[in-house]
């Protein structure tokens, strides 16, 4: 595709656009993929309208009400209520807000920073880009999820400090990535041009090369939005990351493990629900990647 | 090609020092005091409080102290737990084989079910087989583990009562242990019924910690293949005439092979980080459980030296990958 | 199903193989690992029940279900009238447990006890860093440091320990985990073999079971010790399966994988209680959960303002809502479990009303205050956030604007001991040996007032401290008792803390297990229990 080969001349994006709508549109899971994360980007921004109920308060006469179809259930609670009395149905609404906010800002966080660094170091190597990427060797030797706990330690258990954990351990991919797309593109003509034209630095590297990066940033990105949302769940349900009574879905599975033989739907529904956004956004990441790699598309 | 294994040797130090580095200085910066929490509610005089850090060498600038445990780490000295008092490397290994044994498992299920999958699916791309397992594999790939586990448990221990709830064997079995590896000492020694028992513990934490490397390696296998099959010298080989099955088995899947066990090697910090959170739903005595209550009860030579070990643990397998890659490749040698 | 009970019938096969006749096997779901073997270091009971209970015993024990005090390893003491010097006469022939790491070749006398206390408190004793770094906070604690001055052997039979001033819980110290009495031989032994480190993994008592082996963060396991000098345990072997989560316990309790858990989660209580094959015993816990004023800070160093919040919060509803209704409201800083409880001091009765009142006679308006909640769970408290989040609303209906704060458990410990702290701080206190003195003098004396201090309140009252010094020179116990009453009166009126609940400690088991008694000071002992096959 043209924008991996050479740099497009600005009146061609549309058609860019075009194609690239009609190679994902083709990958029939990537559009259910797309669908459902719309609706869920919808449902967290009109949380307070769609949920039933406030998703801290606590009804003591309803504690673990199981969902309406089942015996002992009601419809006031669709979904049951946890060990406090809350709603499921509510907590889980509101639990989108959280996961969707991580994956953003932790996605912001590390391709920004990724990017910056990869660029860097492609770009002027030498001790620069050695330095640069002896620390990204040294985060990545760690597993991701066990520097993110110390991480958090250090910080202090919370989702801010969560995501910012997650963003560190994160970024060190954007910024290979980025690095090694800049390696094979600093030395093609129309960056040579640019130069000979007198471009400066800062134009050559963001204006000149990012752009032509892009492609493989982008299916990284929506592969690090669905690990941040995994992640952060995961530091939720250890009790490090978002911490009650905030509804956020690993937190709520946290709180649910002592009732997981009890009350079956406290422990199910949080996890569903990430699972199914996590399968969405990836399945979208498996579409995106489709309609940008020229070489998929080939065979 | 030595020259080539030393390259790749001299990377690793200037990572190892980072590492220890990070280690050390994050474990340092934490928050918090294991003195004053071995103490409790009925706290301390301060000068006690000054004596016990100064037994336990806190006292001094932080930069003595990294090069003192530099000093110690030369001479294989990884601290003593603040906690147990024992030394952190003794603990390390009396519990490393049960994570080691875990993971094992895992990557074995995650291959023979992935590797054959992958390449099934490729063969056959487009039919019901490789949609349903490619979506299945979606699914396995997009899985929070830590809630497969549970949802396992409830099923298999719950409601079937087919498997035990945690631990690693009947606790009515008892033998030595020489090799650490339930499996195997359970063969050793002798006893009816222990192996399947231990086999019965180890079944579900497998399975869900083999769940993520499963799904990528049918992943990887699939587009692995699907590439090489689109080659140049398979389609001579197709139209010399060569049986599909010697096409495949020889030619293809060799060289399909070799992104596959890449991929198989990146898996490793993968299952250090799935180690975490699945000896803690199975109650695993292993090192990921170990480390995670390290953290909470601030065992700084702990954290800091278990850090270091598996760091360590995962750079040298993707040393070895990256070595049996070069050596399978040559091209990469000369890049 | 068919798997497990496969399994079942195959070890059932091969215990009868093994010994003729089926061992009686009792496995107990421990809560967590121990930190070594050697309880003395350590101040967790979760170690203690791990050691102490099983493999040592000491000079004097406590008696099961109480805190009475009963001769151990000591038949007989005798006290001098001064209440300085304590003669013990120990045991005739009581042996050390012989293992494949240690036998033994002499019985235990004068001189294990003498080395059990002085590698403790004597920093010159070569076995006093036997591991680098290894310190005893529970003796230092105690204050047995200073209050022991000399420890001397009359003969193989009789130890003299000498005391710098009377000291009425002394007896009781001696009957603590850390007090356990170990074996100089061995300790000699591992020391000459360069092996010291030994002494805490491969442990070596003269209590009721043997070690066996540990299986680091799985098992333990011990078999019964048939050389013990009391009653033979009925169980051949005990096996501590450790399982840190509450809901496993529980789990693992119901399919028969263990006998006996502690420390059910209280969501979890109902259900065990309704299963036909457990029983749940049940006890008041000998602990307190308190807010702490801050009685050096204003307004809060004016006692109307303290009553008033006391009367202004619901601890009623703390126990319903915190502990599922598993407690008791406490009035008196001690439990009401615990002899000199002093049942005569009225109950702060909540009334937002009156204490609206109060406080505008006190000239408060507006108040705002901080409540420290801790980060962790404690016996004495379950949710302390969610307590903290009760007091907010109930004193919001009396105008006072409270703000929950909270810091990691550390700095939480250190940090409250501050004297400038700002606000009140939820904490609490579990009995060490049963006596008074354990709370009263730890959390509320002017000796424990201070910057790093156990008395949270910083509260000073001379009447009060002096009471609780004249209790602890005497050693009549009806004596002891008037004086205790007192100071429950004093610390009533001047209302230092908001006492908020004393906790029910509950242990649920298999019908199989018989003759288990729960222990008010919190410990797990399985001497004296059988199980029925």
Known sequence: ?299 | MIKFILGRLAYLIPTFIGITIVAFGFVRILPGDPVLLMAGERGMTPEHYQDMMQRLGFDRPIWAQYLEYLWKLLHGDFGNSIVTKQPVLSDFLALFPATLELAICAIVIAMLVGVPVGVLAALKRGSWFDQVTMTVALIGYSMPIFWWGLLLIILFSGVLGWTPVSGRISLLYYFPAPTGFMLIDSLLSGQKGAFSSAASHLVLPSIVLATIPLAVIARQTRSAMLEVLGEDYVRTARAKGLSPGRVVGVHALRNAMIPVITTIGLQVGVLMAGAILTESIFSWPGIGKWMVDSISRRDYPVVQSGLLLIAGIVMIVNLVVDLLYGLINPRIRHR | MKLRTALLAASAAMAMLAGGVQAKTLVYCSEGSPEGFDPAPYTAGTTFDASARTIYSRLVEFAPGSTSIQPGLADSWTISPDGLEYTFKLHPGVKFQTTDYFTPTRTMNADDVIFSFDRQGNAKNPFNQYVPGVSYEYFTSMGLDKTIKSIEKGDDRTVKFTLSAPNAPFLADLGMDFASIVSKEYADKLMADGKAADFNNQPIGTGPFTFVAYQKDAVIRYKANPDYFGAKPKIDDLVFAITTDAAVRAQKLRAGECQVMPYPAPADIESLKSDPNLTVMEQAGLNVAYLAYNTLQKPFDDVRVRKALNMAIDKKAIIDAVFQGTGVVAKNPIPPTMWSYNDAVPEDTYDPEAAKKILADAGVKDLHMKIWAMPVQRPYMPNARRTAELMQADLAKVGVTAEIVSYEWGEYLKKSTAMDRDGAVILGWTGDNGDPDNFMNVLLSCQSAGEGGSNRAHWCNKDFSDLLSKAAETSDVAERTKLYEQAQVIFHDQAPWLAIDHSTVFMPMSKKVSGYVMNPLGTHAFDKVDIAE
């Open chain 1, 1 to 299: 595709m043209a924008v991996m080969t050479q740099a497009p001349a600005p009146g061609t994006r549309r058609q860019m656009l075009a194609e690239f709508w009609f190679y994902f549109r083709a990958n029939r899971g990537a559009l259910y993929g797309l669908y459902f994360f719309i609706a869920l980007v919808l449902v967290a921004l009109l949380a307070p309208l769609l949920a039933p109920h406030d998703p801290i308060l606590q009804d003591r006469t309803a504690l673990l009400t199981p969902p309406f179809w089942q015996e002992g259930g009601t419809t006031a609670y669709l979904l049951g209520t946890d060990a406090v009395g809350r709603d499921i149905l509510s907590r889980l609404i509101f639990g989108a807000r959280y996961s969707l906010f991580i994956g953003v800002v932790v996605v912001s966080i590390s391709l920004i920073g990724g990017i910056v660094l990869g660029l860097v170091a492609g770009f002027f190597g030498g001790w620069i880009d050695m330095v640069i990427m002896r620390v990204m060797d040294v985060i990545l030797a760690f597993p991701s999820l066990l520097l993110a706990l110390v991480l958090v330690a250090v910080l202090g258990p919370g989702l801010t400090n969560a995501m910012i954990a997650i963003a560190i351990v994160s970024q060190p991919h954007f910024a290979r990535l980025t690095r090694a797309s800049v390696l094979g593109e600093k030395n093609r003509e129309y960056v040579m041009a640019a130069r000979v034209a007198g471009a400066g630095r800062m134009r050559l590297m963001f204006r000149t090369i990012l752009p032509n990066c892009l492609a493989p940033l982008i299916v990284q990105a929506t592969l690090s939005f669905s690990g941040a949302i995994l992640d952060a769940a995961a530091l939720g349900f250890l009790g490090m990351g978002a911490q009650p009574p905030t509804p956020e879905w690993g937190t709520m599975l946290a709180e649910a493990r002592e009732f997981i033989l009890r009350a079956w739907w406290v422990v199910t529904l949080p996890g569903l629900a990430i699972l199914v956004t996590v399968l969405a956004i990836n399945l979208m990441g498996d579409g995106l990647r489709d309609a940008l790699d020229p070489k998929l598309k080939r065979s």
